[in-house]
C-alpha cells in the first residue's frame, strides 16, 4: 500500500507536492478534496496529518510556542519565559515546541514566524510591535583549515560559480574518487562514507534520481546545521547541486524542520537568487545539465530525521521509519534512487573539491577525519557555534574554546538524545573522534554538548529523555512506542509519588528496547539511560528496589 502512495505521490511535479498540500488543508472537507485528487483515500490523508505536532489544530491555534529542548529545560529558564508570554498574549495562546536551535543563551520562544532568545523574552512589546531582533551569536572556527565557517575558500555567488564550471570539466569519478580519498564520512549520525554513497547511487540505472539535504536538525542542543543554512547556504546547496550532476538526478530537495523559520527564509532566498544567475534550473551554464531544488517544510516531527521516514514525509506518507535494505541510492524517494546527505556533509563538499582531498584528510585520525561544528549550550562561559579539528581534546574544548563553566556541572549529554552522557570525570580522557567516543561507550553524534548541572535531578533528566522518545516515537515497534512510555511513568511515578521502581525492571525495559527496536530512536535512548544509571547511581538508588 505505501509503495503505491509513494508511485502516486511522485505522480505530481513538486510545487504540487501531496505533503505540501497536506500541510495547509484546512479541514475535513480539503483532506477530502485532496484523497480524491491523488487517487488515495481520506484515511491516507488523515493518517498523515495526524502524525505531525504542527497539524494539529490546538497546536496551531497558539500565538507562541517556548522551547522545551533539554538546554533551555536543564537552564530552568523556561517557566518564566511561559508566564511573560502567558500574560502578555492570554492564558490559552502558549504552546511548546522541541529545541529551536537558540541552546547558547536559552529562554528560546517562537512567535510569529521568528525565533528570539536571550534577553528578547523582556523585549515582548517591541517583538510584538516588529520592532525587535535577536543578537547574533558567537560563531568561529578554531581549524588550521577551515572548511565550514571561514568564508576564504568559498562564500559568494562566484565562488560557486567558478567551483561548478570547474566540476563540469573534470570527470564526474575523479570528483568520486576526490571525495572518497577525501575521508569524508557523513555527518548525520551513520557515518557512511559520502563519496561512496554518492558513487552507489550514480551506478544506478534509473529514469529518475533525486538528492535530499536532510536538514530537520532535531537534536535538542545542536544547532550547527541551522548555523550552515543561515551562514553558509551556499556551501550547502553547492553540495547539493554538485551531488545531483555527478548521480545523474535533476531534483533536489532541502527538507527543513519547521523550528527553523529563518533558515526555510535564507535557504528559499539563495535558491531565488542561484535561479537568476543561471546557477539552478535548465541547462546551468551551458554544460547541459538540468537541475532545480526546493524546499519542503518539516512539520515538527523529530522521526522525520530518519532518512527513510524523512522519505515517507516528503511523499506525503506517514512518517514511520521504513526497513533498509533497500537502502534510499536504490529505492528511495518516490521509489527512486536517492542520496540523502545530512546539511555539514554537504557543506563540506565545495572545499574539499576547491582544496583537495589531501587537506582535508589530513587533519583527524584513522576513520575520524576532517573538521566539525560543536554547538555549545549556555553552561559554557564561551556559549556558540564552533569549527574544530577531529581528534581534538575535550580539555581544550571546554576550557580554551568554551571558556570553563558558568555553573557546577556533573555531566554533559554529547551528541543529541540519543548520545552518551559522559560524567565531568570522564570528558577531559576523551577526544572529538566518532571512534575513541564510541569505544568509551558513548556517541559523538552532531556533537552537541548540553550540561547538566549539578542542581539538576539525574532522575528527572532520564525521565525527559524517555518522554521525548515517547512524544516522537514514529510507533511503528512496540519495544520503542511502549517502552517509552512505560519508562517515562515509571519515572515519573517516583519523582511524583515516590514509588520504588524495580532494577531489574528498567534494565529489562532498556534491553528490550535496545535489541527490539527497528531504528536508532527506541534502540539509542537506553545508552542515555543507562549512563545516567551508572554515573549518577546516587541519585537513583534511593528509588529503586532490587
Ligand atoms: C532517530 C534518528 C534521527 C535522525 N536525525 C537526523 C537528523 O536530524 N539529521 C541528519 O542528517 N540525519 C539524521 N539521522 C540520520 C539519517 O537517517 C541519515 O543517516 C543521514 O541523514 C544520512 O546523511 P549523511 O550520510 O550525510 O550522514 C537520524 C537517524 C535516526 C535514526
Ligand atoms: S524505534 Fe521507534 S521511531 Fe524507530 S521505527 Fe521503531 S517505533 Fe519508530
Known sequence: ????????????????????????????TSDAQLAGEYNLGVSTIHSTKSFYDFLNEDFK?????????????????????TQKLKNKLGEDSVGEMICLGRCYENSAFYYDGENYSGDDINQLDNILAGKHKSLPYTMKSYSET?????????????????????????????????????????????GFPTG?????????????????????????????????????????????????????????????????????????????????????????????????????????????GEETALIASIEGRRAEVDVRPPFPVVEGLY?????????????AVAAILKNGSKSYKSIGNGRSLGTKLISLDGFFNNPGLYEVDLGTSLEFIIDEIGGGFNADIKAIQ??????????????????????????????LGHASFVCIPKSFSAVEYAKHLFAFTAHESCGKCFPCRLGSTRGKEMLGSAIDNNQKFSEELIYDLLETMEVGSLCALGGGLPLAIKNLLEHCSDEFKPLMEK
Do not use: H
Open 196 to 304: 561512496m554513497k554518492w558513487e552507489f547511487c550514480k551506478a544506478q540505472e534509473a529514469k529518475a534520481k533525486y538528492v535530499v539535504c536532510n536538514a530537520d536538525e532535531g537534536d535538542p542542543g545542536a544547532y550547527s546545521d541551522r548555523y550552515l543554512l543561515e551562514e553558509q547556504a551556499l556551501k550547502v546547496l553547492f553540495g547539493m547541486v554538485v551531488c545531483g550532476y555527478i548521480i545523474g538526478s535533476k531534483q533536489g530537495f532541502m527538507y527543513i524542520r519547521g523550528e527553523y523559520p529563518e533558515s526555510i527564509d535564507i535557504t528559499n532566498e539563495a535558491l531565488a537568487k542561484l535561479r537568476e544567475l543561471g546557477l539552478l534550473g535548465e541547462n546551468i551554464l551551458g554544460s547541459g545539465f538540468d537541475f532545480d531544488m526546493n524546499v519542503v517544510e518539516g512539520q515538527g516531527a523529530y522521526i522525520c
Open 61 to 81: 491555534n497558539k500565538k507562541a510556542y517556548v522551547c522545551t529542548g533539554s538546554a533551555c529545560m536543564c537552564r530552568g529558564t523556561q517557566e518564566d519565559v
Open 146 to 190: 577551515s572548511f565550514l565557517v571561514e568564508n576564504e575558500v568559498f562564500s559568494s555567488f562566484e565562488d560557486f560559480k567558478e567551483l561548478l564550471q570547474n566540476c563540469f570539466e573534470t570527470d564526474k569519478d575523479e570528483l568520486i574518487n576526490t571525495l572518497k580519498d577525501s575521508g569524508l564520512r557523513g555527518r548525520g549520525g551513520a
Open 335 to 347: 521509489k527512486k534512487p536517492t542520496v540523502v546527505n545530512n546539511v555539514e556533509s554537504l557543506a
Open 414 to 443: 554529547i551528541g543529541g538524545p540519543l548520545g552518551g552522557i559522559v560524567p565531568v570525570d570522564k570528558l577531559k580522557s576523551l577526544k572529538l573522534d566518532f571512534e575513541v567516543f564510541a569505544e568509551a561507550g558513548f556517541l
Open 1 to 28: 500500500m505505501s509503495r503505491n502512495i509513494s508511485l502516486l505521490s511522485g505522480k505530481k511535479d513538486d510545487k504540487n507536492s501531496l505533503f505540501g498540500k497536506i500541510s495547509v488543508s484546512p479541514n475535513d
